[in-house]
């Protein structure tokens, strides 16, 4: 989901200018981003439908049946602070001072902020059952302002319990073994004695449902960092040095006598993906591509490739498939960090995709290797599929191309007509916006706005004026909906789509092209 009226082209994002703030991300339009992507990613045409859909897919593939989110149940959300370390705040307030992390690319809090009024306000899941934080670092007071004014009884997760925040608290034993089992992982990176295991907050132990928003970011040691990358940040020992041994690059790629290029090596990530309470309790895949970076210590960066036109990314990207979505997260940071680009090609580096590989295809692991994080003999199962798009221009994956059943990107764009950073407000409107893609094959995605809640129904019909698709029939409340129509079963030609809404009725011609 792409706008580029999220983000201030013209942000500086010097002492003062920070992206984080508000003037420069407009979080009226990251709402109405997320609503689009979560009601796209399940085809669903309200917020509180496609959250259930979530829960009940989550749950049925973890052998839960075909339940939905149950009042009671925890659920945290897991976001990346990494800059929020020693020397970098104001101990007394929490204040982001004036320094070299100033302005680092991280988890916007506006996307977290959207997060919470799905949950809360639309679905109804009470905020005292709601954790958010970086479990090793602390939380600005800009982040905690912007949440806590909203939503007060939120759980917010600092490794300081003060001024509002909660200490996380440590199992009282292991909870993750990991699979090299001491050969490869030492307790300075490369040196020192071997571990084998950490623990756990008991936040994310504890949890029914993890939400996972990293941001988007090139890495010196990763090549990439993202959704895996993100959970070095979930042990309690203050450092995630002890796990840069499974990197591509453990001292970074400027020390080669440590690289570990290449496929089938040990790859820490995989790990963290598969664990019972990291990769495989999130119930839903969020990556922050508002404010990309070109590594996880840098500033935001603006893109050159299409369609971002040396602008900001402005992007969310979701999925409940974490190895898909870290794979395409992949190829857009591959494009853009090239060896002609001033900020660093880490993703080039061969084997930076090396464990996204092994996630989704146990052959591809080492001989000497069974990933088995919980260490309870059980060897983990595929966590998701894992290919690269065709080309950096065409972006397409095998589902794309109807040659697999592999990816399917769907971009969409929600930016409105006009001047960039403009919010239209849908509310007050009543239209039906064409279809996008079109011509589609065989998904594409119809955008229509109420000016009152009302009954609604959104129907197709082929050139003879046969009804072959309903897609709503129901009362909706006033505001902006997003409904997707899958015409794998329907031939090409040109259709019309129908909106019926009180006594407004407007039709658009489609094409489906196969």
Known sequence: MWNPGSTNENCTNAFGDGWFLERNTNSDVVKTMFADAVKSLTGKSTVRDSWDALFRYFNQRHGKGNVGYRDGEKIFIRTNQVSAGSGTYDASTFEIRNQSRYGMAETSPHVVLATLRQLVNECGVRQENISVGDPMKHMYKHVYDLWHNEFPNVVYIDSDARLGRTKPVSTAQPVIYYSDRGRVLKSGGTTGTPITSDYFPTVITEASYLITIPAMKAHARAGVTLAGKLHFGSNLRG?????????????????????????????????????KDLGEKSVLFLVDAL??????????????????????????????????????????????????????????????????????????????????????GTPLASLGVFEHWNNPTDRQYSRNLRTGNGIELVFISSAPTGVENTVVDLNRSWKLSQNYPNPFNPITHIRYSLGERNAVSLKI????????ATLVDETQEKGEHLVAWNARTHPSGIYFCRFAAGTHTETKKIILQK
């Open 239 to 275: 450092s995630a040095t002890h796990l840069h041994g499974g990197l591509i690059a453990p001292n970074k790629v400027s020390d080669t006598t440590t690289m570990r290029r290449g496929y089938g090596l040990y790859r820490v990530q995989v790990d963290l993906m598969g664990h």
């Open 291 to 376: 404010w990309s970076g070109s590594e996880a210590n840098d500033p935001p960066r603006k893109f050159s490739m299409s369609p971002f036109n040396n602008d900001w990314t402005s992007s969310v990207i979701v999925s409940q498939d974490q190895v898909a979505l870290e794979s395409v997260c992949f190829d857009f940071l591959k494009a853009e960090f090239t060896s002609t680009n001033p900020f660093g090609s880490y993703p080039q580096v061969v084997g930076a995709d090396d464990h996204l590989l092994q996630a989704a295809d146990s052959s591809y692991w080492p001989s000497d290797v069974r990933y088995d994080p919980e260490n309870d």
């Open 461 to 468: 019909f082929d050139l003879r004026g046969r009804e072959v």
